[in-house]
DNA sequence: CAAATTTTTGACCGATTGGACAAACGTTAG
DNA sequence: CTAACGTTTGTCCAATCGGTCAAAAATTTG
């Protein structure tokens, strides 16, 4: 483990509270937005008076900003992992697979980064810029590689992934309208193998009539 | 006199000023969402002051409800479009391709809709449920209708149609993340036709290989 | 024209907002 | 124990919120 260049020194009580309230934040964020969240709403949501939490954290924006670090890490874990290594169509499908069941397990966390990019992604544009353009060129490349090598179709690969994250993010974001649609029979917890298996279907084949 | 909710009769000027306001509505609240708008922040953007921007509209509620029912029928026209006549690939291409226009040239209504499905749908929740589902319904059952037919592979209706909204609707709601991602090259207005040659392709083929 | 009506405005209200602050309370090390 | 330090709370503040109201200004109508 490394000595913190500016990592602070926290006491145990910090650390218990800091996560307390940022699980509370996550929730109250992700429904609300920044800026229709109020401080008032995460202290309640987490057990404790409002100045108790400006203990821990000086500022409103302290707490979304210390959110939406965490958030990219874990989020983009599954791009990341995305490797030249193994056969690509079984690659890109287990991505697809991956993305989906984070939409099924941080539904949360989808929506914090779905409100933030909605709002004109104010407080992480440079991220998105930076270290988010040159991971998705990156990848990009990636895939242009299976393609000139014949392995999957010649398509454009920025788009590709564009097509991924938005058809899984979808039944996280929209999960209400999902459900709403499908009404309580196909709206139950199978609603996302039945994506899992259109999806599969449609990256893989389209929608031509096979013959 | 005050404007009654039930009275459609309107002068000149109420007309007028009516559709300014839901214009300059239209703008704060797709950017910031219905908690995270202000009353004065529609105002200036109408260039009105608040208590005349309320003697059109009683309520901050009026204006984001009135907002929503126009929203809503001019949204799901091209779905409401998608006829049995015709060929089906055909039917559902030119659907997938105006539903991209539709995110092209009215992002803000695509934005106003989808904060309010992230937040909840607190408003409109009787909608989905009632009109928006009958709706699909019905089309899944035409589409259905095809797959029977072989005139298209088979797979879920209602999960497509999802897959539709998601990966069109993407390019509104997630448009900073898209531009931020593709640059400053290919992320100008060509990047709607890279879209729409895009999903012709994976709706059609999906991505393997063809051989 | 003048009267009636519609439109606009400035001043104001109570409630809520993000945040400050000192005092009280709890914990821990010497 | 006690002093130092960490934690919690009640109180308070200025700014902003959605919305009201009476009166002034503009427009329409007779």
Chains 1, 2 share one sequence.
Do not use: C
């Amino acid at each position: 483990m490394t000595i913190g260049t500016d990592a602070p020194r926290r006491t145990r009580i910090q650390q218990e509270k800091r996560e307390l309230i940022l699980e509370a934040a996550l929730d109250v964020f992700s429904t609300n937005g920044f800026r229709g969240s109020t401080i008032d709403q995460i202290a309640e949501a987490a057990g404790m008076s409002k100045p108790n939490l400006l203990y821990y954290f000086r500022r409103k924006e302290d707490i979304h900003e210390t959110l939406m670090q965490r958030l990219l890490d874990t989020w983009l874990a599954p791009l990341r992992e995305l490797d030249d290594i193994g056969d690509p169509m079984t690659e890109l499908r287990s991505y697809i697979r991956r993305k989906l069941e984070m939409a099924r397990d941080f539904p949360r966390e989808s929506r914090l980064f779905a409100n933030e990019i909605l709002q004109g992604a104010p407080r992480i544009m440079p991220l998105l810029a930076g270290e988010l353009k040159t991971l998705v060129d990156e990848k990009a490349a990636v895939i242009r590689g299976w393609m000139r090598a014949g392995k999957i179709a010649k398509t454009d690969p920025w788009h590709l992934i564009f097509s991924i994250w938005a058809t899984t993010q979808h039944y996280a974001d929209f999960d209400v309208q999902v459900r709403a649609v499908l009404g309580p029979n196909r709206g139950g917890d199978g609603r996302f193998e039945d994506a899992a298996r259109f999806l599969e279907q449609l990256f893989l084949d389209g929608l031509k009539p096979k013959g």
